[in-house]
């Protein structure tokens, strides 16, 4: 909803995400719906490479598509 309490509905009925460890692609998809309230979850990640490894693994989702930060949106009008 809005600041007025308007329901805001989604320009379109499904995004792809993909998950990321350290800028580079996974491989690991999840689709978003408003069936599944637009959210997902990746589990059982590894937090590092190694059990003697002191650095990190940094994690970050981005949408499939995405470039430079952005998503193109193309809509068809429907003229009847």
Sequence with gaps: EN????????????IEVELYR?????????ELTKDNKWTAEF????VVESLDSKNYYKY????????????????????T
């Design 43 to 46: 589990k059982d990640l590894d």
């Design 22 to 30: 350290d800028g580079k692609a996974t491989g690991e998809k999840k």
């Design 3 to 14: 600041k007025n309490g308007k329901v805001i509905e989604a320009p379109v009925d499904k």
């Design 60 to 79: 970050t989702v981005k949408e499939v598509g995405e470039k430079d930060g952005k998503i193109t949106i193309e809509m068809t009008a429907i003229h």
